[in-house]
């Protein structure tokens, strides 16, 4: 179960960092608007919110 949740958070932190990556691209290429850009930013931070509220497995039996 610990691999699972190493998974579940690793997949959290690329999520975040795609979407803050992703929104400085498209701002340099003028590809998306503010409002929208402000909508991915805050994927982007509620998954690094979420992966950080994650326990690790072995804390679950202490």
Known sequence: ME??????KLIFKA??????????????MDAVSAENAILL??????????????KPASSENK
């Not at 691999?3 to 579940?8: A, E, G, N, P, Y």
């Not at 999520?15 to 340099?28: D, E, P, T």
Request: proline share 0%.
């Open 3 to 8: 691999k699972f949740t190493d998974i579940i």
């Open 41 to 54: 930013l805050g994927v982007g931070l509620a998954c690094a919110g979420i992966e950080r509220l994650i």
């Open 15 to 28: 999520v975040a960092l795609a979407m803050g990556v992703g929104v400085v691209v498209l701002m340099i």
